[in-house]
């Protein structure tokens, strides 16, 4: 038996030389894609100098990541997933070099930009779900967490050193040259997801249309561990997200300026990537229900106590520990939703989870900002807080099957290989404690 500690774990780059390469191809495309998030604002923003434009960039993105994340799941369960993620890091590639030529040649649109945003945002919803989809197929179930601890660290690392290349390219060599550098990303990308098996479907997949949707909308609402892996996130972000306060805080309370509110941003996302680096224990969950619950609880008491601090030492501490229960409770609810899910619903399920991630903090900044504006930034803080705690501890009662829920290793599971490509999952799981 492998032995767990609390550094993350990379048994599953060791062991699957098919992950190591989907590891390689995220790698490479999220730092190129994060590049060019850091650049389009830019950009923009010396086109127009105003702040509202900078702000369209990100609702050109939400609008398409909602619709093709529910669609582009039914599309990963209807066909190759392998192929799909060629064809879609190809587009991706297409669409960098529209961003390369209009910066060479000084178009100077915002239209161009706004929709080579969009068009990047819908790809990326389309090809999320079918990459997440893939990893049960490449990994033993008992490595699950690793794997997926595995990729939120690439997550991280690309939020954090993505916008760091993208301004240092911008400052230095132009817009170009950062839209050049996720071209030439995606291109490792597709070398490296090229050498993946080809993974068909089993009985060839289902087509991709709006009764598949609804088929595995219908799936996710009969079965209470699934759906409480989303309700848990939707809370989480909804009610207790503080980005949006972090201005009004930096200023009103800690008498800084922007970059006191940087700082402030910092912080959560350092304490995301701890957050994976100190992940290897989670792989020895087995009461993941229990974890879950008490994780996103956690999240809530910090963010909580965050908007009663008034040292800016103390602050960022909270934030740090609220951004590593963050990684924690994202790591565990996708390994049980990619378990409990038959291969063939994988990716619609994977889907649902796009939009979850994708609405649900901006749908709590909003929240925020809106209940900053009646009590203040501080007390809003709380109140997101306290508010996170008492749901989950509602929805705890509500279905307490789920604190019974066990992410239960078949025997030997440790020393079984991967299921063969082309054939389907078997029976995994202990789904039947929820009910």
């Not at 730092?31 to 702040?51: C, D, F, K, N, R």
């Not at 008992?142 to 240092?168: K, R, T």
């Not at 490296?192 to 219908?218: H, M, Q």
């Not at 900002?369 to 009590?375: E, S």
Request: hydrophobic residues 50%; positive net charge; glycine residues 12%.
């Amino acid at each position: 038996m492998k032995s767990l500690g609390l550094l993350i774990d990379v048994t599953p780059l060791r062991r699957y030389p098919a992950f190591r390469r989907l590891f390689g191809g995220q790698c490479m495309t999220l730092l190129g894609s994060q590049v060019t998030q850091a650049a389009v604002p830019w950009q923009v923003y010396e086109i127009t100098h105003s702040s509202v434009s900078v702000g369209a960039v990100g609702l050109a993105a939400l609008l398409p990541m909602v619709v093709f994340g529910l669609y582009g799941g039914a599309v990963a369960d209807a066909v190759d997933r392998r192929r799909l993620v060629l064809l879609v890091a190809c587009g991706s590639a297409l669409v960098s070099a529209v961003l390369v030529v209009q910066a060479l040649a000084g178009w100077n649109s915002l239209w161009v930009l706004y929709g080579c945003v969009a068009v990047q945002a819908g790809l990326f919803a389309v090809d999320l779900p079918a990459r997440r989809a893939l990893v049960p197929r490449l990994v033993d179930p008992g490595d699950l967490p690793a794997a997926n601890s595995l990729l939120f660290l690439v997550f991280s690392l690309g939020v954090i050193g993505g916008p760091l290349i993208g301004s240092a390219m911008v400052a230095v060599s132009g817009y170009g040259a950062a839209y050049l550098v996720d071209i030439v990303a995606f291109g490792v990308a597709i070398t490296l997801l090229r050498g993946l098996p080809s993974i068909p479907l089993p009985d060839g997949g289902r087509r991709a249309d709006l009764g598949s949707v609804v088929e595995g909308l219908r799936f996710i609402s009969k079965r209470p561990v699934l759906w409480m892996c989303y309700s848990l996130d939707v809370v989480a972000t909804v009610f207790a997200m503080p980005t949006a306060l972090f201005p009004a805080l930096a200023v009103e309370r800690f008498h800084g300026s922007t970059e006191t509110a940087a700082y402030l941003t910092a912080a959560l996302a350092a304490g995301t990537f701890l957050g994976t680096v100190f992940s290897g224990w989670l792989g020895a969950v087995r009461r993941v229900g229990l974890a879950s619950i008490a994780i996103v609880i956690a999240w809530g008491v910090a963010l909580g106590a965050f908007g009663l601090a008034r040292e800016l030492w103390l602050a960022l501490l909270l934030l740090g520990a609220a951004g590593a229960a963050d990684t924690f409770s994202a790591v565990l609810r996708t390994s049980v939703i990619q378990r409990e899910t038959p291969d063939e619903l994988r990716g619609r399920t994977s889907g649902v989870l796009t939009i979850v991630g994708a609405g649900g903090p901006r749908l709590g900044d909003g929240r925020a900002g809106f209940v900053a504006g009646a009590i203040g930034p501080g007390a809003a803080a709380v109140v997101g807080g306290v508010t996170c705690v008492a749901a989950v501890v509602a929805l705890a009662a509500a279905v307490p099957s789920f604190l019974r829920y066990r992410l239960t290793p078949q025997p030997d599971e440790k020393d079984v290989p991967p299921q063969a490509p082309g054939k389907p999952d078997p029976p995994r799981g202990t789904e039947a404690e929820t009910h």
